[in-house]
């Protein structure tokens, strides 16, 4: 059973470009939540997704930023027009109903 | 609005020594409280969950305690070797799924 996998693991993009981070929970995980990772901060929740459907989106900037977990696929963060204040790491998290969450790898975004 | 708080923010202990990383939370009305490690330029991996009728919960070298009332939870890890440095992070969910987390104590084990 693989676990969390995120892509890309390194992302470089630059000011005003979109960056799309991409997250596939674990098997049998109906639940993805997206965490950000600030330098020298620690982990702050984003959003909070079932299939198809935004749970709670209450840590997630009103603009530029948004999410989807479609109902085939990966989970997408979208973040559009990007500023060097959107550099940090992206960690995606799943669960099932026991709600123990498990982490993925992260993606590491740079905005130059 | 739920704080956790990580003490010390960095440890550095020789080799075989026992560690004592501590966690407080303020509104105790969580639900649970995760115990992640972290390598540098890493994902996190889940180290130990206690539900919050728990007191406890044991992982080979790793013990973790819960003090709900008092807003505590401390972990220990036994015979401490240098594959333990990694920054620890505690993680509290206040309702069933939104985690909360400190910002890490950074463990150094020195050969």
């Known amino acids: 059973n693989a676990g969390v996998m995120q892509n890309p693991r390194h992302l470089v993009r630059r000011r005003g470009q979109e960056a799309r981070l991409r997250c596939s929970p674990m098997k049998g995980h109906s639940h993805v939540y997206w965490y950000r990772q600030l330098p020298e901060e620690g982990l702050k929740f984003m959003v909070y997704?079932?299939?198809?459907?935004?749970?709670?989106e209450s840590g997630m900037p009103k603009e530029r930023f948004s999410a989807e977990f479609p109902k085939e696929g990966p989970s997408i963060l979208r973040i559009q027009q990007v500023v060097r204040g959107d550099s940090a790491a992206y960690f995606c998290?799943?669960?099932?109903?026991?709600?123990?969450?498990?982490f993925g790898q992260g993606t590491r975004l740079t905005v130059v | 609005k739920q704080e956790v708080t990580q003490i010390p923010a960095a440890l550095s202990v020789p080799e075989g020594e026992n560690l004592v990383l501590n966690c407080s939370f303020t509104?105790?009305?969580?639900?649970?409280l995760q115990w992640f490690r972290q390598d540098p330029g890493k994902g996190l991996t889940s180290l130990l969950l206690i539900q919050s009728s728990q007191r406890e919960q044991t992982s080979g070298r790793l013990n973790a305690s819960l003090d709900k009332s008092s807003g505590r939870s401390t972990l220990y890890i036994a015979a401490s070797q240098p594959g333990d440095s990694a920054t620890y992070l505690c993680?509290?969910?206040?309702?069933?799924?939104?985690?909360?987390f400190g910002a890490g104590t950074t463990v150094t084990v020195r050969a």
């Open positions: 993680a509290v969910s206040s309702n069933d799924y939104k985690l909360s």
């Open positions: 997704l079932q299939k198809e459907n935004i749970i709670d």
């Open positions: 998290a799943s669960s099932t109903d026991s709600w123990e969450a498990f």
């Open positions: 509104d105790s009305a969580i639900y649970n």
